[in-house]
């Protein structure tokens, strides 16, 4: 799987799209969506912004939009879409565990289905330094499909078996709880799934 994802995001980054539509019965973007809610208002980050769908739908709400990803095949998506959609917003590329920003330069950071870079410690302090005070970190890290339908349920057991749904247990909230962020998990319940949201908050 890990093989698999690695040419997800480079060389056949150009089938993310349906890859994405088709692994989650058409319910990615209401799931990465689920991110954006009640975000506080100034200067926010994706990391690992893919293709760059969040990345639009940020630019429509906060008017300065930063975003990040390693895979070079990724940003060329990412810029294109950006361009179509008449966005500002600015993308580069980086890792999460060596961010290119001034020290409490962010207002919200947003991750959406990350890989395992979310729970480095390097990237949590990362996180921890370019927020300000009393800043959000809002991770989306796995959902259940839970609709009825056949499809539903073949493609959550295909997500069960592949270790892609789950829930959002230890491994993925105690590096925020390590850190200094208050943190909150919540269910996020949608029509055919339910949607893990890890919301942390920078402390003073």
Same mark, same amino acid.
């Given at each position: 799987?890990? &093989?698999?994802?690695?040419?997800?995001?480079?060389? @056949?980054?150009?089938?993310?799209?349906?890859?994405?539509?088709?692994?989650?019965?058409?319910?990615?973007?209401?799931?990465?969506?689920? /991110?954006?809610?009640?975000?506080?208002?100034?200067? =926010?980050?994706?990391?690992?912004?893919?293709?760059?769908?969040?990345?639009?739908? @940020?630019?429509?709400?906060?008017?300065?939009?930063?975003?990040?990803?390693?895979?070079?095949?990724?940003?060329? @998506?990412?810029?294109?879409? @950006?361009?179509?959609?008449?966005? &500002?917003?600015?993308? /580069?590329?980086?890792?999460?565990?060596?961010?290119?920003?001034?020290?409490?330069?962010?207002?919200?950071?947003?991750?959406?289905?990350?890989?395992?870079?979310?729970?480095?410690?390097?990237?949590?302090?990362? &996180?921890?330094?370019?927020?300000?005070?009393?800043?959000?970190? !809002? &991770?989306?890290? !796995? =959902?259940?499909?839970?609709?009825?339908?056949?499809?539903?349920?073949?493609?959550?057991?295909?997500?069960?078996?592949?270790?892609?749904?789950?829930?959002?247990?230890?491994?993925?909230?105690?590096?925020?709880?390590?850190?200094?962020?208050?943190?909150?998990?919540?269910? =996020?319940?949608?029509?055919?799934?339910? =949607?893990?949201?890890?919301?942390?908050?920078?402390? /003073?």
């Amino acid at each position: 799987m890990r &093989v698999f994802f690695e040419l997800l995001y480079t060389r @056949l980054a150009w089938t993310y799209d349906l890859v994405a539509w088709a692994s989650s019965m058409g319910q990615w973007r209401s799931w990465q969506r689920t /991110a954006l809610e009640d975000l506080p208002a100034g200067r =926010v980050l994706e990391l690992g912004h893919g293709p760059g769908h969040l990345l639009v739908d @940020l630019g429509r709400s906060h008017a300065s939009v930063f975003g990040i990803d390693r895979s070079r095949q990724m940003s060329r @998506l990412a810029q294109r879409r @950006l361009r179509r959609a008449g966005s &500002v917003s600015r993308i /580069a590329r980086a890792a999460a565990f060596g961010l290119p920003f001034a020290s409490r330069s962010f207002a919200a950071i947003v991750s959406t289905f990350p890989t395992e870079y979310i729970l480095d410690p390097r990237t949590v302090h990362e &996180v921890a330094r370019v927020l300000a005070p009393g800043g959000l970190m !809002v &991770v989306i890290p !796995v =959902v259940a499909i839970t609709g009825p339908g056949l499809f539903d349920r073949s493609a959550g057991w295909l997500n069960r078996v592949t270790g892609q749904s789950d829930s959002a247990g230890e491994r993925w909230i105690s590096p925020w709880r390590d850190g200094p962020f208050d943190v909150q998990v919540e269910h =996020v319940i949608l029509p055919r799934s339910r =949607v893990w949201r890890i919301r942390a908050r920078r402390r /003073a």
